[in-house]
T-cell receptor, first 122, second 117 residues
Framework: NAGVTQTPKFRILKIGQSMTLQCAQDMNHNYMYWYRQDPGMGLKLIYYSVGAGITDKGEVPNGYNVSRSTTEDFPLRLELAAPSQTSVYFC?????????????????????FGAGSRLTVL | AQTVTQSQPEMSVQEAETVTLSCTYDTSESDYYLFWYKQPPSRQMILVIRQEAYKQQNATENRFSVNFQKAAKSFSLKISDSQLGDAAMYFCAYSTSRTGTASKLTFGTGTRLQVTL
C-alpha cells in the first residue's frame, strides 16, 4: 500500500517557468490537501479538495492552481514561478466521516502525508 | 481564526530521560482535535499522537503522552525514555472536528528536539 505519492522529489525552476507537482493516493480518501513548508516554519495550507470536482482555497493560494478530476489524483500547478515559491510542498489525504458529534473513528481526521517535494525557484 | 503557538524553538534531552514540549492554541470552538506530528530529517510527517477535545482523558501512545488542559488551551507532549530516534522537528497542530468537513490543519512553528548520549 503506497499511501500518498508525490513527484518529483526535487525540482529547480527559473523565474517565470511553470510546473505541476503530482500527488496520488491509493487509500480511497475523499479529502486531499496541499501544504507548503518554508524554512523554520510550520506547514501552511494552499488548497484542499473534499472530493472529485470540488476544490477550495486554503491560507496561501496565490500563485497556485489545483484540479481534482479523480478521487486518487490532486495535482498542484505553479504558474509563473517566483522566488517566494521556494519551499517544500506536502500533499496529504484523509478520510471523511458523515455522522453526528465529534466522536469520530480513530482513522478519521488524521492526515496521511506524502514525502514532500522540494522546489527551488532561481 | 485558530492559531497554534510553540514557544520553544529548540529543546535538548539526554537519552533515557524525559522531555516535555509545549504548545498553546487559540480557538472559539468547543469541539476540535489536537495533534503532534514528528518530522525527522527525511522530511516525512509522522503522526505521533491525537487528542479529541471532548475527551478529558489525556491521550497516550507508548512512550508519548500529552497533558491537555482545555481551559488553559494548552497541549504539551511528554516523551519518556527518550531515544536517539526521537530526534526530529515536532509540530503541534489543530483541526476542527465538524463532521463532513475537511481536516484543515493549523500548525505551530515547530520545536527541534535533540537527543544526546
Amino acid at each position: 500500500n503506497a499511501g500518498v505519492t508525490q513527484t518529483p522529489k526535487f525540482r529547480i525552476l527559473k523565474i517565470g517557468q511553470s510546473m505541476t507537482l503530482q500527488c496520488a493516493q491509493d487509500m480511497n480518501h475523499n479529502y486531499m490537501y496541499w501544504y507548503r513548508q518554508d524554512p523554520g516554519m510550520g506547514l501552511k495550507l494552499i488548497y484542499y479538495s473534499v472530493g472529485a470536482g470540488i476544490t477550495d482555497k486554503g491560507e496561501v493560494p496565490n500563485g497556485y492552481n489545483v484540479s481534482r478530476s479523480t478521487t486518487e489524483d490532486f495535482p498542484l500547478r505553479l504558474e509563473l514561478a517566483a522566488p517566494s515559491q521556494t519551499s517544500v510542498y506536502f500533499c496529504a489525504s484523509s478520510t471523511s466521516f458523515i455522522g453526528r458529534g465529534a466522536h469520530l473513528p480513530s482513522g478519521a481526521n488524521v492526515l496521511t502525508f506524502g514525502a514532500g517535494s522540494r522546489l527551488t525557484v532561481l | 481564526a485558530q492559531t497554534v503557538t510553540q514557544s520553544q524553538p529548540e529543546m535538548s534531552v539526554q537519552e533515557a530521560e524525559t522531555v516535555t514540549l509545549s504548545c498553546t492554541y487559540d480557538t472559539s470552538e468547543s469541539d476540535y482535535y489536537l495533534f503532534w506530528y514528528k518530522q525527522p530529517p527525511s522530511r516525512q510527517m509522522i503522526l505521533v499522537i491525537r487528542q479529541e477535545a471532548y475527551k478529558q482523558q489525556n491521550a497516550t501512545e507508548n512512550r508519548f503522552s500529552v497533558n491537555f488542559q482545555k481551559a488553559a488551551k494548552s497541549f504539551s507532549l511528554k516523551i519518556s525514555d527518550s531515544q536517539l530516534g526521537d530526534a526530529a522537528m515536532y509540530f503541534c497542530a489543530y483541526s476542527t472536528s465538524r463532521t463532513g468537513t475537511a481536516s484543515k490543519l493549523t500548525f505551530g512553528t515547530g520545536t527541534r528536539l535533540q537527543v544526546t548520549l
